[in-house]
């Protein structure tokens, strides 16, 4: 998820349209008046939000991209004071738009946005590769997510040591350094080279001293593997395939073979390490094309299986993720690759192994002029709700990235519509049953009363400390009723992190004054599992 300095489509070496053609034939596109082929359209606005206007559970997201400076900080050498409120402003924005988690890049580059032993701290904070910025950001930025309930994902760059080639502008004791014949030059850039065992176990080190030390949620890899192609030039690990790839058909093979074996790895490894902390990959958007193998989608682009030598669905089909995050990053219609093909593509492949899917969405194509329509990402939004209720679940869609989301409304609106259409209640993080769960107990719902503030409500956590809540959900009704339904996401009020203690408050301050309402409270625990419902409390 990266790009060279800011340019007007900013997205990880991603292709351009001319470049998911089929290579070597021409593309023309006009954007915005693009009839997708062998589909209806989508019914209006007012048909396609019903279905499944206030999704109870769906994963929302934003990616907080660092290398380069993308997202955060906004430049290097802010006081700590300054990384902090700009850190603080992107988490508001994802609580005002009802987002529930963040996916936040601590490793764009073999360096840290945290504490490590193994690698230096990132150019990207203060300027200087190796100085300390003042504070942790990771830790700082966990606890301040966590803070405001949502899930906090570190994303980490595998493989990418360097945005340039010079290796000498490395710190001495980093590791490309110390270890340079693990290390090869490719396309402007410095790559730890995927098939040395070796360089292997040092980015597994590198990953996991992060999960275990600081409270994650997730981790996150997002679509560079091996590295795209560059025209002209040749990925030069010939001599690494001579001495490791005895057994393979060919080193294409023996290179998805490396590939294959860090993605089990990893998985396996953070597993062991903290059983709950999910794995989840953002590939690119097209594994292979129909064309090519017949078990692939319909799109002519660049194919991650060949390109990155990234198999994606495999690892889906395997097990190996907890979710997968495709970038499907086109629009409704496009030739090469349609939104409207890609989307039922992932969630038919996921739905095989009960993988989550979330969609990778292309805020940043508002801004570009790519996206010309601006209900084009709330009527991505909308197939979601659509392939879910036909049963291919779209679990949720993370939007890339941050600083492009007030951007987009800027412009058109793009993003307040996907709020209007679909975010306008909160929504639970969809719950992992395969993963180690707390059994939660219901709370008490003790007291709900009438402030100046608002309706104030306390309820009491008082299981034993093994089965305290990790957050609560709280959900409102107007009138007088005995009971509410809690799966119905249209009653889904507020969802809240706990505060420690037994004793538990929150205020619903837009409560009206004179309007009956009724409120029970769930306990969820770090995983969203839900307990059963308090008893109703009526004000």
Do not use: C
Not at 278 to 307: L, V
Not at 406 to 417: F, I, S
Not at 430 to 447: D, F, I, K, S, W
Request: no cysteine.
């Amino acid at each position: 998820m990266t790009h060279p300095a800011p340019v007007a489509i900013p997205r990880r070496g991603f292709l351009t349209l001319a470049a998911a053609g089929v290579a070597g034939s021409a593309l023309t596109v006009t954007v915005g008046s693009l009839t997708p082929a062998g589909a209806a359209p989508l019914a209006p606005a007012s048909a396609t939000t019903a279905i499944g206007a206030h999704r109870k559970r769906e994963l929302r997201a934003m990616w907080i991209a660092t290398v380069v400076n993308i997202d955060w900080p906004s430049r290097t050498g802010l006081p700590a004071e300054t990384l902090q409120a700009e850190l603080r402003h992107w988490l508001d924005l994802a609580v005002e738009m009802n987002l529930n988690a963040v996916f936040f890049q601590v490793r764009p580059t073999a360096d840290a946005f945290f504490e490590s032993p193994l690698e230096p701290w990132s150019k990207y904070l203060t300027g200087t590769q190796g100085r300390h910025p003042g504070f942790d950001p990771l830790a700082f930025a966990v606890a301040e997510a966590h803070a405001r309930n949502l899930e906090l994902h570190a994303w980490y760059n595998p493989y990418r040591v360097s945005m340039d080639t010079n290796a000498a502008a490395l710190v001495p004791e980093h590791p490309a350094r110390v270890h340079p014949e693990w290390v090869w030059a490719y396309g402007g850039k410095l790559y730890f080279d995927p098939g040395i065992p070796a360089a292997r176990e040092h980015i597994y080190a590198a990953i996991l001293h992060s999960v275990a030390n600081y409270d994650l949620d997730g981790v996150h890899f997002d679509d560079y593997f091996y590295p795209y192609p560059v025209a002209g030039q040749t990925i030069p690990d010939a001599h690494t395939f001579a001495e490791h790839g005895a057994g393979s058909a060919d080193i294409a093979a023996w290179r998805r073979d490396n590939v294959d074996t860090f993605v089990r790895e990893i998985s396996q490894r953070i597993k062991q390490t903290k059983p709950w902390v999910k794995f989840g990959i953002s590939p690119f958007g097209i594994w292979r094309n129909k064309a090519t193998d017949p078990r692939g989608s319909e799109t002519s682009g660049s194919q991650s299986y060949d390109a990155q030598y990234a198999d994606t669905r495999k690892w889906v089909l395997e097990g190996w993720l907890d979710y997968i995050n495709p970038q499907i990053y086109w629009q409704f219609g496009l030739a090469v690759a349609d939104y409207l093909k890609l989307a039922p593509w992932w969630a038919e492949v996921a739905a095989q192994s009960g993988t989550q899917l979330y969609i990778g969405e292309a805020t940043y194509k508002v801004t570009s002029g790519v996206f010309t329509d601006p209900r084009e990402l709330t009527n991505h939004v909308a197939l979601g709700k659509e392939l879910t209720a036909a049963g291919t679940p779209v679990h949720g869609h993370v939007w890339y990235s941050a600083n492009q989301i007030p951007k987009a409304d800027a412009l058109n609106g793009a993003m307040a519509a996907v709020v209007a259409d679909h975010y306008q209640r909160p929504a639970l993080v969809p719950a992992m049953p395969h993963l180690p769960g707390t059994a939660v107990r219901e709370p008490v719902l003790a007291e709900a009363v009438r402030t100046d503030a608002g309706v104030a409500l306390k309820w009491l956590d008082a299981g034993p400390k093994p089965t305290r809540a990790t957050s609560f959900a709280i959900y409102r009704v107007e009138g007088s009723a005995s009971a509410i339904e809690i799966e119905d996401g249209a009653n889904l009020w507020a969802t809240v992190r706990t505060s420690g203690v037994v004793e538990q408050f929150f205020t619903d301050t837009t409560a009206e004054p004179g309007r009956a309402y009724t409120y029970v409270v769930t306990a969820l625990d770090r995983l969203w599992n839900e307990s059963a419902p308090s008893r109703a409390k009526r004000v």
